[in-house]
């Protein structure tokens, strides 16, 4: 199966020598966090190479996958040592499918991709994280995903406040609070317009406060308190992190969030509400630089280590 996915190494114009790119991150230059991961993989004696996810290529049966880095210059994918993937560019169904076969073919091919292509598409599809979690009987709150504008009212009536957001976003964007079935109506029916999903959140009243834990290697490595003066605490929206000793069921909570999507490193956003902690969200591309102002560790080096197997 290897030789059918790989073909024999065949010489192709313009391809870096094999060993000179070591490590890839997919993702751009100009992204704060692809910046510190690059930086603290050359600090450990590592060459790096940023490659756009939108410029790779496959070619089928010899050389397999390429990119374009930073510098305008093709790599093979195969030739590295592993790649990180800090970026994953929406866009349309061909073009999101086509980018997660490409994953899964580098790793058919023994490339090691961190995350995972499967842990990837368990994270980048709220629907689908939050349906795994709920039926690994971890704590979720109440939601509701559907294309019907009546089983969306409903779930408004019988919840009373509710958050509804997109399945695919991160850092809070999108995000809208509804409290009463006239506001809930407005939102809905301009989704409807975009032929997007519903996907409907029952608010779970809380004091302007959430967690964020991140999760590397089976070891939460740091955690913050986010606050804000609203309901949404993302620090994209406004909200400032806080140092935060997690305690044991924060931590058992994102580490079983962790395993069951199999993540290399993972994002796990924890809300209390009535006294127990919900799991709102885990994120399979996790940024740290809010998280890195309250924590003494360097998460950027410890990524690192980890993509190098020192740790």
């Known amino acids: 199966m290897r030789a059918a996915i790989d073909g024999p190494r065949a010489e192709t114009t313009g391809l870096m020598p094999p060993g000179q790119a070591e490590v890839g991150i997919l993702g751009t230059a100009r992204g704060e966090q692809t910046i510190l991961l690059q930086r603290a993989l050359k600090a450990r004696g590592a060459s790096v190479q940023i490659i756009h996810p939108k410029k790779l290529s496959c070619w089928l049966p010899s050389v397999g996958v390429t990119g374009v880095t930073d510098n305008e210059e093709t790599v093979r994918l195969r030739d590295l040592r592993g790649l990180v993937v800090r ?43 939050t349906s795994l979690l709920a039926s690994a009987g971890l704590p979720v709150p109440r939601t509701l995903v559907t294309e019907r504008y009546d089983d969306a009212m409903r779930a408004v009536r019988e919840w009373g406040s509710v958050v509804i957001k997109p399945v695919f976003g991160s850092q809070g964007q999108g995000m809208v609070r509804a409290d009463d079935p006239n506001t809930a109506h407005r939102v809905l029916r301009a989704l409807e317009m975009g032929h997007y999903l519903y996907y409907v959140q029952e608010y779970l009243p809380h004091e302007g406060v959430d967690y964020r834990l991140f999760v590397i290697n089976g070891r939460v490595r740091g955690a913050m308190r986010r606050r804000s003066a609203g309901w949404c605490t993302n620090i994209a929206c406004g909200g400032r992190a806080e140092a935060f000793r997690a305690p044991d069921s924060f931590c058992q909570l994102a580490l079983a969030s962790s395993e069951l999507l199999g993540a290399d490193y993972l994002g796990v956003d924890i809300l209390c509400s009535g006294g127990k902690p919900f799991l709102l969200e885990a994120n399979g591309i996790p940024g740290w630089l809010g998280l890195q102002t309250v924590v003494e560790c360097d998460i950027a080096d410890e990524l690192a280590a980890y993509v190098l197997g020192i740790c």
């Open 87 to 129: 970026w994953l560019p929406g866009g349309s169904l061909e073009q999101v499918v086509y980018r997660l076969n490409v994953l899964h073919r580098l790793e058919q091919a023994d490339l090691r991709v961190i995350n995972s292509a499967d842990t990837l598409e368990r994270t980048v599809d709220k629907h689908y994280t």
